[in-house]
């Protein structure tokens, strides 16, 4: 089945930097790719996802990537502000089938 | 629109007990899914039904656990007998399926049930 990894488990960053998660994902048959942002005691909130049949996705200051060749996607988020700050997670599925889900990064902007 | 729904939002259980919990998806929604979430980590897929048919249910410990989604509605996930380790956020979520056009792959999460087994 499905296997996703995700970098780094805690990432700290000053405000106004950007921020980078990488997550790989093991079968080839995945196609489509979204991440979550979960604050503490909410429920996860969809920021962006990505399909296989696109390389890059922006949309204002986050934005995804896919490498398919290299099973690997990541996020970048840009300018970084206090209210990023939350546990970020990416995920894996074959058309929203069986959603498969990273461990989570714990992002943390320091103001 | 409203979001999925989901009760209760806490339950506090000693261990070998039983518990339900309920989910109402979003309207039109044909997908519904249940996950586990522990404590530090993603949440992780029970079971899947689209409409009132389970289309996974490989990762369901079906000797304690148990799911039903009669009319192909509301849900409801059952623990019997409840395990310290069943502590986690149970976590419902909806989306369209492949024939409800729009973005058919989308999850809506609800707000979560936090089930503590001491």
New interface residues.
């Given amino acids: 089945?499905e296997n996703v990894e995700?970098h780094p488990s805690t990432l700290s960053v000053q405000e106004g930097d950007s921020a980078v998660i990488k997550c790989t994902y093991s079968d080839s048959a995945s196609n489509?790719f979204?991440w979550y942002k979960q604050e503490l005691g909410?429920?996860?909130?969809?920021i962006i996802?990505i399909r296989s049949n696109v390389g890059e996705k922006k949309d204002q200051r986050i934005a995804v990537t896919l490498n398919k060749t290299a099973k690997h996607f990541s996020l970048h988020i840009t300018e970084t502000q206090p209210e990023d700050s939350a546990v970020y997670?990416c995920?894996a599925?074959i058309?929203?089938?069986?959603?498969?889900?990273?461990?989570?990064t714990i992002l943390r902007v320091k103001s | 629109e409203a979001g999925v729904a989901q009760s209760p939002r806490y339950k506090i259980i000693e261990k070998r007990q039983s518990v339900a919990f309920w989910c109402n998806p979003i309207s039109g929604h044909a997908t519904l899914y249940w996950y586990q979430q522990i404590l530090g980590q993603g949440p992780k897929l029970l079971i899947q039904f689209q409409n009132n048919g389970v289309v996974d249910d490989s990762q369901l410990p079906k000797d304690r656990f148990s799911a039903e989604r009669l009319k192909g509605v509301d849900s409801t996930l059952k623990i019997q007998p409840a395990k310290l380790e069943d502590s986690a956020v149970y976590l419902c979520a909806s989306s369209y399926d492949a024939g409800g056009g729009g973005r058919w792959d989308e999850q809506f999460f609800g707000p979560g049930t936090r089930l503590t087994v001491l």
């Fill in positions: 089945g995700q489509y979204p909410k429920r996860p909130q969809l996802d997670f995920a599925s058309y929203g089938n069986k959603l498969v889900f990273g461990a989570g």
